[in-house]
């Protein structure tokens, strides 16, 4: 079982940044797939960003160039760095790792933009 916790998430006006960090219960190295998914009220959740164990990391097209996430050394946490934030970018935003086709949740946390 592993368990993800989320933070990081706040007010922030548009154009600012967020900085979202998810850290693991165990490594993250044995997870196949670590991402990122969001999801506004009303709407389904969806895919942010994901970043397998190997390859390279895929973002959805509505936040390529402004999102970036990332992992630390440790391989203990991964982080969503989130610049040029849009009203429409707010969200509770998900940490997700699948292992062996079981996916584990963080409880999320909540982004939002306004002035």
């Known amino acids: 079982q592993v368990q993800l916790v989320e933070s990081g998430g706040g007010l922030v006006q548009p154009g600012g940044s967020l900085r979202l960090s998810c850290v693991a219960s165990?490594?993250?190295?044995?997870?196949?797939?670590m991402a990122w998914y969001r999801q506004a009220p009303g709407k389904p959740r969806e895919m942010v960003a994901r970043?397998?164990?190997?390859?390279?990391?895929i973002y959805a097209d509505f936040v390529k160039g402004r999102f970036t996430m990332s992992t630390d050394v440790a391989r203990t946490a991964v982080y969503l760095q989130m610049n040029s934030l849009k009203p429409e970018d707010t969200a509770v935003y998900y940490c997700?790792?699948?292992?062996?086709?079981?996916?584990?949740w963080g409880q999320g946390t909540q982004v939002t933009v306004s002035s």
């Open positions: 165990e490594s993250i190295f044995s997870i196949n797939v």
């Open positions: 970043m397998p164990r190997f390859g390279s990391r």
């Open positions: 997700n790792g699948e292992r062996n086709g079981t996916n584990y």
